[in-house]
């Protein structure tokens, strides 16, 4: 069984930063991808950022310069680190991980951008 826990979420001021992080635990071997997926009120789910198998980074075209992706040696521990924050990032972001081919989701974390 393969857990994903997502923890700092809350409440920022257009440009601050707020850093998210992901605790995977369980039966974990042959990690395919690792990442930070959001979805906005109302609307889809939507990639953030993601590790590929060959530990290339690859970040949503709206995060770009300003999200960070990163995660520890052992791969248990992923982290988001978000700067100069706008409205626009208000969402509940979900840690994802694929493992042998299955995908796996927390339960979310609840980050509110607003003045």
């Known amino acids: 069984q393969v857990q994903l826990v997502e923890s700092g979420g809350g409440l920022g001021q257009p440009g601050d930063s707020l850093s998210l992080s992901c605790v995977l635990s369980?039966?974990?071997?042959?990690?395919?991808?690792m990442g930070w997926y959001r979805q906005p009120p109302g609307k889809q789910r939507e990639l953030v950022a993601t590790?590929?198998?060959?530990?290339?980074?690859y970040y949503g075209d709206s995060v770009k310069g300003r999200f960070t992706i990163s995660r520890d040696n052992a791969k248990l521990r992923m982290w988001l680190q978000m700067n100069s924050l706008k409205p626009e990032d208000t969402a509940v972001y979900y840690c994802?991980?694929?493992?042998?081919?299955?995908?796996?989701w927390g339960k979310g974390t609840l980050v509110t951008v607003s003045s």
């Open positions: 994802n991980a694929v493992i042998l081919g299955i995908e796996y």
């Open positions: 369980g039966s974990i071997a042959g990690i395919d991808a």
């Open positions: 590790f590929t198998t060959d530990d290339s980074t």
